[in-house]
């Protein structure tokens, strides 16, 4: 059962991460506006980071002998993140972020806690704390520039 749910929820996460990825890309190859330079180089560091963490997540995985998602077809079936929603201004683009990094933040909380208690996986709730940590520094960083609290 421990198996099970570390799987489910390492293949969850890298679902979403590989949704975030495009999503990202998308919006670093059609910002435009003022915020051009300040938000096309901050989302090519956010698919770069990305990119680790579907690499890291994958490798956990295959380390606990479980199998990652791999195919775009199975990451849209399993993620729980909306791809990128044809033309947003630059501060609409961010405004999705903030709701996905809001989601990321609260099901990695909830799945560090299950892999602590029910999974008895503190190596894989490591590797989860430290991907919050950085989505919500992340988080932060983008509604400061929206200009929330």
């Known amino acids: 059962m421990a198996h099970t749910q570390t799987t489910e929820i390492l293949n969850r996460h890298v679902a979403n991460w590989n949704v975030m990825?495009?999503?990202l890309h998308?919006?670093?190859?059609?910002?435009?506006?003022p915020h051009f330079f300040t938000l096309h180089e901050k989302f090519e560091e956010l698919y770069?980071?990305?990119?680790?963490?579907?690499?890291?997540?994958?490798?956990?995985?295959?380390a606990l002998k479980g199998k990652p998602v791999a195919s775009m077809k199975v990451y849209l079936e399993t993620t729980t993140l909306k791809e990128a929603e044809?033309?947003?201004?630059?501060?609409?683009?961010?405004?999705s972020l903030v709701a996905d990094f809001d989601t990321l933040s609260s099901e990695l909380k909830e799945d560090i806690e299950?892999?602590?208690d029910d999974a008895?996986?503190?190596a894989?709730?490591?590797?989860?704390?430290?991907?919050?940590?950085?989505?919500?520094?992340?988080?932060?960083?983008?509604r400061s520039f929206l200009g929330d609290r």
């Open 21 to 23: 990825f495009v999503k």
């Open 48 to 62: 770069n980071e990305a990119a680790e963490h579907i690499d890291e997540l994958a490798e956990r995985l295959l």
């Open 86 to 95: 044809g033309e947003q201004d630059a501060e609409d683009m961010v405004r």
């Open 26 to 33: 998308n919006y670093h190859w059609y910002v435009k506006g």
């Open 120 to 122: 008895d996986d503190e």
């Open 124 to 142: 894989t709730a490591d590797m989860l704390i430290e991907i919050r940590q950085s989505v919500e520094k992340h988080n932060w960083m983008l």
């Open 114 to 116: 299950t892999l602590e």
